[in-house]
């Protein structure tokens, strides 16, 4: 990595105390970026924002309103947002029966976490005359996943909102992709490593899986959804488009 490759840049990570959340926040860092940690967890994420000589806020993604206070943060305390990388997320854990609230809480922090960050982020990006949005998807957002279906459909959401919004957008410079890595070494897959296991999956670094983030941020393309998948090179989904309709007689 370069290390003025961010210079000048100011980014803000959801989800940021651990993980890849906390990973990507070090890489920015890194590369030059002043960095803002935005995680419910204090305690971790204002170490990670110690460590990076960034900022941390305490952040709920589920409340429009904790969101839009991490932008404002973001911009008072380094004059404005470049790059806006909205990983937080929660998975249901398996199937241990259906339970409303717990339903609700993954929709509310993967769906509602990425719409707020994208509102939230907009107005910023755009007193900057453009910017990045990555939107941390998931490899479960691009194909079925039948031991956690509603962590599935959160993901492909995010996948769909991305699609259909970044057109929208592009005009004014701001590029928004989804970001969809298969299964990570991080403590999000506590629940699926028998799964995963038995089934023989591999299980990639947390580094490959933010090697592969930076080649979104490299990327001139929007409107994209990028997996990652053990052993081979990031890149876009191509998606299929149903027949065309047939005309009315």
């Known amino acids: ?148 279906p509603f962590y599935g459909a959160s993901k492909a959401a995010v996948v769909n909102y991305v699609r259909s919004l970044a057109p929208l957008i592009a005009h004014e410079g701001i590029r928004l992709n989804a970001f969809c890595p298969s299964f990570t070494d991080t403590t999000a897959i506590d629940g699926f490593r028998g799964f995963i296991r038995d089934a023989g999956l591999p299980v990639m670094e947390v580094m490959t899986v933010v090697d592969a983030f930076e080649s979104v941020l490299a990327s001139p393309g929007t409107g994209e959804a990028w997996y990652v998948q053990s052993g081979r090179p990031s890149e876009p989904m191509a998606f299929a488009s149903p027949p065309d309709p047939v005309p009315a007689a």
């Open 1 to 148: 990595m370069n290390d003025e490759a961010y210079r000048d840049k100011v980014a803000l990570v959801t989800g940021a105390a651990h993980g890849i959340g906390a990973a990507v926040a070090r890489r920015l860092a890194g590369g030059g970026a002043r960095v803002v940690v935005a995680d419910l967890d204090a305690e971790a994420g204002a170490a990670v924002a110690d460590e990076i000589g960034g900022l941390f806020v305490l952040c709920d993604v589920r409340e429009a309103g904790d969101t839009a206070d991490a932008v404002e943060a973001t911009v008072e305390e380094f004059g404005g947002l470049d790059i806006a990388c909205l990983n937080a997320g929660v998975v249901t854990g398996g199937d241990g029966g259906f339970d409303v609230e717990h339903y609700r809480q993954v929709f509310a922090v993967n769906v509602d976490g990425v719409v707020y960050g994208v509102q939230a982020a907009l107005p910023a990006l755009r007193a900057r005359g453009g910017g990045r949005i990555v939107a941390v998807a998931s490899l479960a957002g691009l194909v079925p996943v039948p031991f956690d």
